[in-house]
């Protein structure tokens, strides 16, 4: 059995972005990219598609990052 979710794919060096519906199995436990903001953020980031697309657009960039040495 599948539960239908939005699959979001994103270029940040363009700007481009697409979206897509896409099938995943029940049992497979999806991570909440948004679970670390507080509240109030969570909630504006989560109105809008691009506040929401820039926010994962800043997180990929930061954990692709390397350390700081």
Known sequence: M?????GLAWC?????YSG???HVPRK???VDA???LPEEERERVGRSETRLVE?????ARSEAA???S
């Open 12 to 16: 940040s060096g363009c700007r481009i």
């Open 34 to 36: 948004l679970a670390s």
């Open 28 to 30: 497979r436990v999806l």
């Open 20 to 22: 897509s519906m896409v």
């Open 55 to 59: 926010f994962l657009a800043r997180r």
């Open 2 to 6: 599948f539960e239908r979710c939005v």
């Open 66 to 68: 390397p350390p700081a």
